[in-house]
């Protein structure tokens, strides 16, 4: 027990990988950097791997591509309009606002930097933890 006492005992941390709003943040971190690799790079695909049967009935690991879907688009006067999205809905990044005007393609790396940088602070938490709420209910089967 002599050993012990020389030793700082302290409580266990929580798990950080538990917490919902940094889990979330997490998400929506990592498809943001794949906006800005397919900003800079109009053929960037994300590679899976997943497993395929092969003709002689084994499991094989296989690499396929996965496209990644712009999160920008074009106006007629050539302006560029970009949205961020949470799973298949759009963020409110302002009351009523969910979109961002770029303006010129060469601006997409920086806007989307600047919201890569407003995500890992946390300032967009309450606008995810509100999308991600609005999903549809849990039916749940009568034993």
């Known amino acids: ?3 012990l006492k020389a030793l700082n005992l302290v409580a266990v941390p929580k798990h950080a990988a538990n917490d919902p709003k940094q889990s979330r943040r997490n998400k929506l971190l990592a498809q943001l ?7 800079r ?3 960037y695909v994300v590679r899976r791997q997943r497993w395929a049967k092969q003709a002689d009935g084994s499991k094989q ?3 396929h591509a996965k496209r990644v879907k712009r999160w920008w688009r074009a106006d007629g006067s050539g302006s ?3 949205v961020v999205r949470y799973g298949n809905k759009l963020l409110e990044l302002d009351k009523g606002k969910a979109a961002i005007a770029v ?3 060469d601006n997409l790396v920086a806007v989307l930097d600047a919201v890569i940088l407003a995500v890992s602070e946390g300032t967009l938490d309450a ?5 991600s709420k609005s999903g549809r209910p849990i039916k749940r089967v009568a034993a």
């Open 103 to 105: 303006g010129a393609k």
């Open 1 to 3: 027990m002599s050993a």
């Open 61 to 63: 690991l296989v690499e």
């Open 33 to 39: 950097e794949q906006q800005r690799e397919l900003a």
């Open 80 to 82: 560029i309009y970009m």
């Open 127 to 131: 606008a995810i933890e509100a999308v």
């Open 41 to 43: 790079d109009e053929n």
